[in-house]
């Protein structure tokens, strides 16, 4: 599909990951992990939820080895690093109807960053299986920099790979709270819900598609 762009001032969209471009399943997680280490699903949640494994990692306080090692000495079996890896990561499913929105602003010469709060391993597990994040020309990822939404810095971060004004800029998020943060940093932002209701804050903004992408 070749959809046709024009009358935009908009140059660069930033775009969240999970539950935007790819699902995930917190549940499936929970689940995977608790048949790996032989833990109760209650432990596991206390250890990633209440223990905050899950925000030390994406905030790349701890690397996805060191993670393993900290699982490793709460569980119940031996597993391997590996087996770990695909307990914890295997949990995504592609928004396949969002992609012809990108590939259309990427035809166009939209400038796109990926901005999300991730994990080592979770970005590896989608990055590996579906090719659109490939156009992506930059990656703004919270383990990477070391800071995670709704930080303000990791926006300032985002708006700094930008090349162009931030009134130029668009971001989409699945969390109101992002994207409220979003907004104070000089973001111009709404939250997504449907690839149609996207086109729809793109057209707003002069981003017109002459043919539906969705």
């Known amino acids: 599909m070749d959809p046709e762009l024009y009358c935009t001032q908009i140059k660069t969209v930033y775009f969240d990951l999970g539950n935007v471009i790819v699902f995930f399943s917190y549940g499936k997680m929970i689940s995977q992990l608790a048949q790996c280490t032989g833990l109760s ?17 994406e905030s790349g306080k701890i690397s996805s080895s060191e993670l393993y090692q900290r699982v490793k000495s709460e569980s119940l079996r031996s597993f391997s690093f590996l087996e770990l ?51 992506f020309d930059e990656l703004i990822l919270s383990y990477q920099v070391g800071v995670a939404k709704p ?29 409220s943060a979003a ?27 002459q043919k539906s992408p969705c």
């Open 85 to 135: 890896n695909i307990a914890f990561s295997d949990i995504f499913t592609p928004n396949e109807s969002l992609f012809p929105i990108i590939r259309a602003l990427k035809e166009k010469g939209i400038r796109l960053i990926l901005l999300s709060n991730t994990s080592e391993s979770h970005f590896n597990r989608v990055y590996s299986r579906y090719p659109i994040l490939r156009l």
């Open 41 to 57: 699903e209650d432990k596991v949640k206390q250890l990633f939820f209440d223990h905050k494994l899950r925000d030390l990692v």
């Open 151 to 179: 930080d303000p810095l990791i926006f300032k971060k985002a708006l700094a790979k930008a090349e162009c004004t931030p009134a130029q800029c668009f971001y989409t998020d699945d969390i109101p709270e992002y994207v």
């Open 183 to 209: 907004r104070k940093t000089g973001l111009d932002a709404e939250v997504f819900t449907t690839p149609a209701a996207l086109t729809g804050h793109l057209a707003s903004r002069g981003l017109i598609f």
